[in-house]
Structures are given as C-alpha cells and as structure tokens.
C-alpha cells in the first residue's frame, strides 16, 4: 500500500504563486509515476500534471507554462509548483500515485489516491 498526503493549499490572489506538496509513504518502491488532478465545484475530476519516474512530465493545456510539476526522490515528495494563478485554477487539488506504466491523463491509471486540498484564487 502506499500512502499519500498533500500539504500547500490555500487562499491566493490572482497572478500569484503557490506550491502544493504531496508526501507519499509505504511501499514507495511500487510508484512508476505521480500524477496531480484537481476537481473544481460542480466539474469533473480533470488531470494537470505527472511525472514518471523517468523524469518525463506532462501537462495540461490549461497549465502548460504556468505549472511545475518536480520531486524529490530522497523526501519521497512530488510538488506543484503553480505561478500566474487564475481564479479558474481554484479547485480541490488532488496527488495520485500509479503502478503501472500507462496514459497519466486518466484519472483510473492511478491506484493511490490522497485527501486533497484545497487551491482557491480570488480575483
């Protein structure tokens, strides 16, 4: 089983930065991949970011060039790191951990799942 635990959340204005933590525990030797999701009132689970255990990350549309995702491998952590926020990023914020070698834009390729927290951006 692995464990994970974000940390990082809360109140911005719009253009400001903010990083997200995720802290994964267990049996980190299983994870090929991290994966960041958030889920905004009323819409659907959607993906923002991954890295692979390669090193190789991914990105969503919306974020491309304003979000970072990195780790450390020693911490067993992965950040977000989120700059020139909008108020349309403001979204429950969600890590997750995969097993497996597959598509990280799905939200069902990920096995672990943390509590998330909460990102919210005012205009």
């Known amino acids: 089983q692995v464990q994970l635990e974000e940390s990082g959340g809360g109140l911005v204005q719009a253009g400001g930065s903010l990083r997200v933590s995720c802290a994964a525990s267990?049996?980190?030797?299983?994870?090929?991949?991290m994966g960041w999701f958030r889920q905004a009132p009323g819409k659907e689970r959607e993906f923002v970011a991954a890295?692979?255990?390669?090193?190789?990350?991914y990105y969503a549309d919306s974020v491309k060039g304003r979000f970072t995702i990195s780790r450390d491998n020693a911490k067993n952590t992965v950040y977000l790191q989120m700059n020139s926020l909008k108020p349309e990023d403001t979204a429950v914020y969600y890590c997750?951990?995969?097993?497996?070698?597959?598509?990280?834009?799905?939200?069902?390729?990920?096995?672990?799942w943390g509590q998330g927290t909460q990102v919210t951006v005012s205009s």
């Open positions: 997750a951990a995969d097993r497996d070698i597959g598509p990280l834009r799905l939200e069902t390729e990920y096995e672990y």
């Open positions: 890295i692979r255990r390669g090193g190789n990350t």
């Open positions: 267990g049996r980190t030797f299983s994870i090929q991949a």
